[in-house]
């Protein structure tokens, strides 16, 4: 793709306030450089080959990120990468070390598998089921779900 610029795609949730909040922050802070693309993985036609191969589950899941060379990124590592990119990498270098980048990581998967009844939103099964049923990547799927396993792992 010649005209691509960005080095970093976001796969967010767009029906997430949480969600919107942090990509509008970020789409202001990288401006006119690009450097960032996003993703609403609740749109329609969110289609996991175009982005990395992960599901709409496992993006619901958790945050997902792919870079332009195809590796896919998650959990905090998405944070660390893109706030390293626009500037604010101060932020996250914390996390990468190794005392507080494993309770850091712990943290996010509890915030991850509670985001939803947080947030006042239905079950992600519901979620998937009112979008038509799973929307997995090829082989991607276990059990109606998506399994996880992304493409540079």
Request: hydrophobic residues 40%; negative net charge; glycine residues 14%.
């Amino acid at each position: 793709m010649a005209d691509q610029t960005w080095e970093i795609k976001l796969l967010y949730d767009g029906d997430c306030g949480i969600c919107r909040h942090e990509v509008e922050f970020l789409q202001k802070r990288d401006g006119d450089r690009h450097r960032l693309a996003f993703v609403n993985i609740m749109e329609p036609d969110y289609d996991p080959a175009e982005h990395g191969g992960v599901s709409f589950e496992a993006a619901m899941e958790r945050i997902h990120a792919v870079r332009s060379d195809g590796t896919v990124l998650k959990n905090v590592e998405v944070f660390r990468q893109i706030y390293a990119l626009i500037g604010l990498g101060w932020i996250y270098a914390a996390t990468g070390w190794p005392v507080i980048g494993p309770v850091v990581d712990w943290l996010y998967g509890v915030w991850a598998a509670l985001r939803l009844p947080i947030t006042g939103r239905p079950s992600l099964a519901a979620i998937a089921a009112a979008r038509g049923g799973s929307r997995c990547a090829v082989g991607g799927c276990e059990g109606g779900r998506g399994n996880g396993e992304l493409v540079g792992e």
